[in-house]
């Protein structure tokens, strides 16, 4: 097995107030689906078929927050937006791809 670690520290960014993110989604129509996955590449980078990561600031995640509502069919789909503050780890395994540095950089 593979291994790569790689961190986060928003509180060394509260200079910039980037604020780092994790979006997961499940969204039933293939249209909808692909849309909303080009919606969010906008913002961040694709690390599994159903989730994103971004470092954005937070009038970007307001506005992305605005965006979602109108991209989704609320009665068939579900978004989630994780805010992760503070100190944080992620531990890779299988499958992933490789992260250049540990900052996500927006597009």
């Known amino acids: 097995n593979s291994m790569e670690n790689y961190f986060w520290n928003t509180e ?16 039933v129509s293939n249209k909808r689906r692909n849309h909303f996955a080009k919606l969010l590449s906008g913002y961040g980078m694709r690390i599994q078929k159903s989730s ?7 009038k970007l995640l307001e506005k992305l927050e605005r965006e979602i509502p109108k991209a989704i069919n609320p009665e068939e789909d579900s978004v989630r937006i994780y805010r992760m503050t503070g100190y944080g780890e992620v531990i890779l395994f299988g499958q992933n791809q490789k992260l250049e540095n540990e900052e996500v950089v927006i597009l």
């Open 12 to 27: 060394e960014q509260q200079s910039t107030k980037k604020i780092f993110v994790l979006v997961i989604y499940d969204i």
């Open 52 to 58: 994103f990561e971004a470092l954005v600031d937070r």
